[in-house]
């Protein structure tokens, strides 16, 4: 099984954490405030998970998961991650983040960004266009004919061939949406980004399965704010 390293331990990075245990993979996890302060998140998940500063998350982890605010992606640990595939969960939300230029004009995307930052690292987008509590809710075993998939965009196929195993691990099928540069296909504000699993928008409270099939659809609606 895997050592899954969380850099950020919020609802995406605690929702990964339950289902990496439940799957039999250990966790190692991190957040900005220091390992005591996931002493009952730690505590609940068991044996097999362990809380430690970002550093210690990303020398550990054979898969590092990043998922903190887009407007501390450069605090990332670089040395520790060169080789490693890393999973990037962000989303920009520019209230929240501050402005990007790069974003705003669209001439990049939240993971091509990381990417720049992890030179050496193998980035993967995933997990940012799914609620977190749909996240739990909708795993399901291999095989299951209610089984969800998940969008993953990135520039090294060995390194989505490794998400892609986990994903399956954590109870989801994959839909590849191709290179980094096609990540924004399923970014905030697209028709990839939490809808194919939201059971009656605009509540986000029940969620409903969404096959490859329609997760590809979803996909291909996807429209650049300047032509929606």
Request: aromatic share 6%.
């Amino acid at each position: 099984m895997t050592t899954l390293g969380l850099i950020g331990s919020g609802n995406i990075g605690g929702t990964l954490a339950r289902l990496a245990v439940a799957a039999g993979h250990d966790v190692v996890l991190s957040n900005s405030r220091g390992p005591e302060t996931l002493k009952d998140l730690v505590d609940e998940l068991g044996p097999n998970a362990r809380a430690a500063t970002a550093q210690e998350a990303a020398e550990a982890g054979e898969i590092v998961v990043v998922t903190i605010p887009l407007r501390v992606y450069r605090e990332v640990p670089v040395e520790p991650l060169a080789g490693k595939v890393v999973i990037d969960t962000n989303n920009y939300y520019p209230e929240r983040d501050g402005r990007f230029p790069e974003l705003d004009d669209e001439s990049t995307t939240t993971s091509e960004l990381l990417q720049r930052h992890l030179p050496a690292a193998k980035v993967v987008k995933a997990f940012n266009n799914i609620y977190f509590q749909h996240l739990l809710d909708l795993a399901r075993p291999a095989g299951a004919a209610d089984r969800s998939a998940l969008a993953i965009a990135g520039d090294d196929t060995g390194a989505k061939a490794a998400v892609t195993d986990l994903l399956d691990t954590l109870g989801y099928d994959t839909v590849d949406a191709g290179p980094l540069a096609e990540g924004w296909r399923f970014q905030r504000d697209t028709a990839a980004y939490g809808l194919p699993y939201l059971a009656a928008p605009p509540s986000w409270e029940a969620s409903k399965p969404a096959d490859a099939a329609t997760v590809r659809a979803a996909l291909a609606a996807a429209r650049r704010y300047a032509d929606a």
